[in-house]
Structure formats: C-alpha cells, structure tokens
C-alpha cells in the first residue's frame, strides 16, 4: 500500500459477508452498497468500523507527531451465467467520501490508482474509536473487465491496522559491544576505517552504497566481510548515492501495526482462485505451533483469529502485502 509523501435496477442483488470482520480489536459491520450513478458509474460504500488503542499526536509535520490509521479496502466479485467471478479488488476515488465525526481519510495510490483508504483521528486523542456511517465511493466505471450497471454483486471489506512513521532523521544500528567479545549484529559502513560497526545517520540526503569490485560474498575480498564476530574487507574508493526514490525510511510511510492475524490470512486466502490458495495455503498446519486456520477453500477459518499467523514464507508475506493493496 502506498501513500504520498515523499487499499436502482431490479436485477441488482446486493450480498455482503455475515460476520464481522476482526483483525487484532479492528472490527468492520454493517457493510452495504448506496447510492448507485449510472452517469458516473460509481457506487457508496458504507460500512462502520472500531478498533481499540487508537491515538493521535498532532504537530505535523514533526519528528513527534504519528498516529495509528486503519486502511480500508474492498474485494467485489459479480456473478453472471450461474457463476460467480473471482474476486477482484475494488478502484476508488478520492472524493464523495464520509468521514464519520472526530475522523479523517485520506487516500492510497497505486499505480496512480486509489485502492484503499487510511482512516483516523481527526485530532489529537486516545482510547478506542467507533465510527458509524463511514463511506467511500466505488469507481465501478472504471474496472477491468467492466461492471455493467446492473450486474449481480457481492462485496466484502477489510481493514488492517497501520501506523503513520512521520518524516524525519534515525539511524541504523547501535555500534552496541565495541570492544566486547562474542558473536553480535551491526550495521556495517563500509567506508569507515576506524570503526565500521558505528551508526548510520540517514538523512534526506540519500544514503551511499559503495561499489563492490569483489562480488564473493563472505570473503575476506569483499568490501565488507563477516566471520562469526569478527570483520573486515576493504574500504570502497568511492561512495555512490542512492537515487532519490529509493525507499530509505526518511520520507513518511505507513506500516503495519501488528503482524498478520491468522484470521486476516483466512480471509486472504478465501478471496483469492482456489489454485491460489493451495499455493499460499499449508493444509498440514493446524494444531502445529499454535496454528488454527482449518478448512477448505472458500471457507477457511481461524478458531484464533486475533493469534499472529505463523508459517508464513517471506513470499506469503508479500503476496498478503499485494493483495490488501
């Protein structure tokens, strides 16, 4: 998911998902689709949402103020010749939306394509948060393939729990245990002969990365070498900038709050083909490491939903990241 700084036809039937949506205190209810034009082809959504330790430091833009948010995004999927399609994931616009009392939005871009939206506190405050009546705009005109004005829908609506990270300095790494013994983790800079081990400082001046004449990882001709708690390598003749869209931290972002709910997952792998979902899917798990997505495609399920969803793959992670966004 991205942000910028630097997700009345009588052959219309309307079906939404029964049950709350939770993810970690995140509920989502009472979903239903308003207010159709079949001029600017686009539909309301309204939904309420709550989540508990919420909050929101004002003073932007500083070092100090950050928020929590909850992006919100949609899957539809319309059924026609006795089928339903697959779910695909709704585009919005950024206007003719509701931010309910004491909330704002604001919208995600990918792809110069708004696919979700971040909602939270209007000011500054804590505690738990029950906003009724939310909306946003579906741009249904504009999907691919085309949503005919009097197709058969049915819609479901997540939200995950974020983070606003403010733009500002921080450094990489401590230079903790210096001169200590033992087997321990750092940041490396390369060019620093004296100490290598000390903290970067990244700015709004793009960080250097040094050119490697000696590709072999691991090897005392490397630039920069590790063998269990000692190193070395040899200090690069020159350093290079990272160009200025490279994603260092320093420019505003959103991440995620938690980790990924096993209950979150279930819905991920509920929506996607059932070819998919064999892939993301470790039928085996249940009960394994306090494991409890059980069932079959499309009614997977978490007997704990809020319970961080292990056995996860870095792949797994980043098809989940993909599809929310």
Known sequence: MKRRYYF????????????????????????????RDTVSHYYDIQFDISWANSWFISGAPSAT?????????????????????????????????TAPSGSQMSFG????????????????????????????????GAESPAVSDSAIIKIKVFAVEMVYIPTGNFYVGDGANRTGSGTNSHFF????????????????????????PFPEAGTAGDITW????????NPPAARTQLGASFPTGYNAFYIMKYEISQKQYADFLNTLTSTQAS?????????????????????YSASRPDR??????????????????
Request: proline letters at 5%.
């Open 8 to 35: 009345l036809s009588a052959l219309l039937f309307l079906v939404f998902a029964p049950k709350l949506c939770f993810a970690n205190n995140l509920a989502v209810a009472n979903v239903s689709l308003t207010n």
């Open 65 to 97: 103020a950050n928020w929590d948010a909850a992006w919100v995004f949609v899957k539809y999927s319309t059924y026609s010749g006795g089928v339903w399609s697959d779910w695909k994931h709704c585009t919005l616009l950024n206007t003719g939306y």
């Open 109 to 140: 871009v990918t792809s110069s394509v708004y696919k979700g939206a971040f909602i939270y506190r209007s000011s500054a405050g804590s505690g738990p948060v029950n906003w009724t009546g939310a909306k946003i705009r579906w741009n249904y």
């Open 189 to 212: 800079d390369a060019a620093d002969i004296l100490d290598p081990r000390d903290p970067i400082l990244v700015t709004s001046t793009q960080p250097w990365l040094a050119p490697d």
């Open 226 to 233: 590790v063998n269990e708690s000692t190193y070395g390598g």
């Open 279 to 299: 892939t993301y899917r470790y039928p085996n798990k249940n009960g394994d490491s306090r494991h409890t997505i059980s069932g079959t495609y499309p009614n």
């Open 308 to 325: 961080a969803c292990n056995w996860l793959s870095w792949p797994d992670q980043c098809a989940y990241a993909d599809w929310a966004a």
